[in-house]
């Protein structure tokens, strides 16, 4: 069986690392020509550590990145909302939540699908036709044939358009930025992810190596300066911790996007295409779990692909199993960023924070952590 992969990203690279581990060949097809660590960091929590140890890449990962003792959401003077237990950032197996440079991730699994000779750079793919069974893709410098072609190429996707699935995006109205400083956390910070919450603006961070510190903005359109300067920035967060300030003061560069994501799609497939990770399922980023969402997307589209008679019958399978989660993490995200952001919603959240029973908040994890059969 023919696999091509369209997209060389966290989703792209594991899904055709998951394939290779579960015997079945594929290959990643990549636009860019080279891959270069830009790019901010991401969260990766227990559920897409699970599956990085299932590829023996957890070790790297950990090299490369910083694992966290507690994840909080606090106040501008950085005291937690609430406290939150170690079993929260932590599955019942030990795995917990690694921070890492996103451009670094991508290399750990790029350089094992170059070793496996899996992965071709330079390739933009512009469409593709099904025709008698197969697929014919289409590169801006060639036409090759495939049984399956499988779209991990981001939310503005080309392999869904080719499959005749709407684009619509829903837009969040808050500007958010990101970016790496070159500074020491103080020990009493050094393994803990804090997000905090002012009136219409959040500030996240963590450390991310031992001498860099990842954050985010994220700000209600009506209060984004049109300008992003060291001095504005300051001035909307002098209220908060110093060391906020201290992260401000040393950033360079940083990604200023507006939050989006995508609307739900009523399916991920059809013919023998089908979707996966951001593509399929582009989340907005409050509950830090999109490219843990395209890694367990990896996983179960190898499992299928490796059992299901027919790619249709894999592809079917797959959403059946992966519907139920990418909605609650998709919904959620969006309910709560836009609760966080509004002052009746925030005081409501923190109050629900504050009353609901830990049995709850554990049932919660657990679900969002489980990986079946792993
Ligand atoms: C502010 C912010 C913070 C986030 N924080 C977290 C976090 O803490 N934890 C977390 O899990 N997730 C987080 N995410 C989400 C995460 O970054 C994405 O969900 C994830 O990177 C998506 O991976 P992907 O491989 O599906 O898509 P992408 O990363 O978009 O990769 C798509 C790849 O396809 C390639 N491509 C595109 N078009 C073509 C083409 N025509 N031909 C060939 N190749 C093509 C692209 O070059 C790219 O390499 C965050 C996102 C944002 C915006």
Known sequence: MDISIIGGGITGLTTALALHKSGVASKVYEQAASLNEIGAGVWLQPNAVQILHWLGLKEAVLNKGCALDKMEITYPNLKPIKK???????????????AIHRGKLQRIL????????????????????NDEGKVQLQFKNKSIPADIVLGADGIKSRVRKAMGLPTEFRQ????????????????????????????????????????????????NREICPKEFSKPSLSALFKDFDPIIAKIIEASGDMHRTELIDLKRLDTWYNSNACLLGDAAHATTPNMGQGACQGIEDAFYISRYLKEADSPQDAFKAFEIQR?????????????????????????????????????????????????DGL
């Open 84 to 98: 939150i237990r170690k079993a929260v950032v932590e599955d019942q197996y030990g795995n917990q939540t690694i």
């Open 172 to 219: 969040t109205r808050q500007i958010c930025c990101r970016g790496i400083v070159n500074i020491t956390l103080p020990n009493h910070l050094k393994r803990v992810g804090k997000e905090v919450w002012g009136d219409k603006r959040r500030f996240g961070f963590s450390q991310l190596s031992p001498d860099s510190v990842y954050f985010f903005i994220v700000l």
């Open 323 to 371: 519907r139920k989660k990418v909605d609650y993490v998709v919904n959620n995200s969006w309910n709560f960023g836009r609760m966080v952001h509004n002052r009746a919603g925030q005081m409501l959240l923190k109050a629900m924070m504050k009353i609901t029973p830990e049995k709850i908040v554990d049932k919660q994890m657990n679900m969002l952590y489980a990986v």
């Open 110 to 129: 790029y350089e094992k699908c170059e070793q496996l000779q899996m992965v071709a750079l330079g390739e933009p793919y512009i469409d593709h036709q």
